[in-house]
Nanobody, 121 residues
Framework: QVQLVESGGGLVQPGGSLRLSCAAS????????MGWYRQAPGNQRELVAA???????NYADSVKGRFTISRDDAKNTVYLQMNSLKSEDTAVYYC???????????????WGQGTQVTVSS
């Protein structure tokens, strides 16, 4: 079994910072692209940032220059550093990973349970 566990969400004032973490555990052969998505009420889930196993990154235009994604493969963990937060960043943030489990031939998509980020004064 493979699972993703997120942490680090919460309430922060506009202009503040938060750091999200997502740890993958279980029978993992290879951890490929990892990323963060978010979903605000009434909106579709959208990509926030992603990072490949080689370290290449891409960001949604709305977070470029404010958010930074990184990963620590020794810990099977991906991070999202969020700075200069705005009210429009309020959403449930979901971790996503493409993982090749042990004893399988394919790569699968895995999701975390979601963590709430609320930006409000």
């Amino acid at each position: 079994q493979v699972q993703l566990v997120e942490s680090g969400g919460g309430l922060v004032q506009p202009g503040g910072s938060l750091r999200l973490s997502c740890a993958a555990s279980g029978s993992i052969f290879r951890l490929n692209t990892m990323g963060w998505y978010r979903q605000a009420p009434g909106n579709q889930r959208e990509l926030v940032a992603a990072i490949t196993s080689g370290g290449s990154t891409n960001y949604a235009d709305s977070v470029k220059g404010r958010f930074t994604i990184s990963r620590d493969d020794a810990k099977n963990t991906v991070y999202l550093q969020m700075n200069s937060l705005k009210s429009e960043d309020t959403a449930v943030y979901y971790c996503h990973a493409k993982i090749h489990p042990v004893a399988t031939l394919d790569e699968y998509d895995y999701w975390g349970q979601g963590t709430q980020v609320t930006v409000s004064s």
